[in-house]
């Protein structure tokens, strides 16, 4: 089965400083993965997906993620992070058995501190 | 981009009675919507898929009697918890997808339910 893996429950990171939230994937076959994100009782943001083709994936408010096969690996990253991208933020996979069914991670608080 | 509306937003009730939660694609068209619950502080947990004319696939676990859900249109589905209880207190969330997109769903800003 699918199953996308957020290791850690919090990041914290200053202002200004780069950012990484991380995630690991085991999917048989090619995967589709994905980075959302959700502010406080609010729904899901798409911020960037990887299909196929170039690893290094750009998506929205400066974001990108990397996809790394070999380490199965897709980690969300921004190189200078802003106290207003303090959120959660879910990796998800795509459930190959059915058409655009995605399993999210357990998501990653993201705390940017001024 | 596209836009996903839910309604209500909030709703309380009391227990036994039943809510009815939409979930609309408000500028593309749906063949197949998404139907979440979040926990606090927890991720989502898919709950069931909604196909337009067709009878929605209930995720294992989840009491389809319970959560009773139609996609009467392309731009609509309805999620109706039955009989609630305080225990079906939580987040709902919606997704869907528009047609000829691959990958991307649009989610809903969520609907707070709390039981009394």
């Known amino acids: 089965a699918q199953s996308v893996a957020q290791p850690e429950d919090q990041v914290n990171v200053a202002e200004g400083n780069p950012l990484t939230v991380k995630c690991t994937y085991s999917?048989?076959?090619?995967?589709?993965l994905f980075w959302y994100v959700q502010y406080p009782n609010r729904g899901l943001q798409f911020l960037l997906k990887?299909?196929?083709?170039?690893?290094l994936v750009k998506g929205s408010y400066g974001f990108e993620a990397e996809f790394n096969k070999s380490q199965t690996s897709f980690h969300l990253k921004k190189p200078s992070a802003l106290v207003s991208d303090s959120a959660l933020y879910f990796c998800a996979v795509e459930d190959g058995g059915a058409t655009n069914k995605l399993i999210f991670g357990t998501g990653t608080l993201l705390a940017v501190q001024p | 981009g596209a836009v996903v509306s839910q309604h209500p937003s909030r709703v309380i009730c009391k227990s036994g009675t039943s809510v009815k939660i939409e979930c609309r694609s408000l500028d593309f068209q749906a063949t197949t919507m998404f139907w979440y619950r979040q926990f606090p502080k927890q991720s989502l947990m898919l709950m069931a898929t909604?196909?337009?004319?067709?009878?929605?696939?209930?995720e294992q676990g989840v009491e389809k009697d319970k959560f009773l859900i139609n996609h009467a249109s392309l731009t609509l589905s309805t999620l109706t918890v039955t009989s609630a209880h305080p225990e079906d207190s939580s987040f709902y969330i919606c997704s869907a997808m528009s047609i000829g997109t691959t990958g991307e769903l649009f989610f809903g800003e969520g609907s707070r339910l709390t039981v009394l």
């Open positions: 999917v048989s076959g090619n995967p589709y």
């Open positions: 990887y299909i196929t083709g170039d690893n």
């Open positions: 909604s196909n337009e004319g067709s009878k929605a696939t209930y």
